[in-house]
């Protein structure tokens, strides 16, 4: 993207727990960022340790806020998902270890 006077850029970092879900993240993302809708704006991803990092660049504040905040929802739902099956994770393993104990 060329930029102009007009141009505006955005960087964001998000620190995750594991990198394994960083990772996860990142994968759910990338098709966005592969198949781009439009030439007025245009994200990056890239990975640092636990940190997942968006930087944004667009032809104007408008088209910036309105690609950071699709990207934004994106993450959010992501992480939601990642959140609610590692909470299906335990509670499953819990289930598990007192199905376990009432067998002994």
């Given amino acids: 993207m060329r930029r102009t006077k007009d141009s505006a850029r955005a960087r964001i970092s998000v620190l995750f727990r594991s990198r394994q879900q ?3 993240i990142a994968e759910a993302l990338s098709p966005e960022i592969l198949h781009r ?7 990056r991803i890239t990975k640092d340790g636990k ?4 930087q944004f660049e667009a032809r104007d504040s ?7 905040t699709s990207y934004l929802r994106l993450l959010a739902a992501a992480v939601n998902v990642s959140r609610s099956l590692r909470q299906l994770e335990i509670n499953d393993n819990t289930t ?3 199905t376990a104990r009432s067998e002994n």
């Fill in 62 to 68: 408008s088209a910036l806020r309105a690609i950071m």
């Fill in 37 to 43: 809708a439009g030439e007025k704006a245009q994200a």
């Fill in 96 to 98: 598990r270890t007192r």
């Fill in 51 to 54: 940190t997942l990092k968006l």
């Fill in 22 to 24: 960083m990772n996860a």
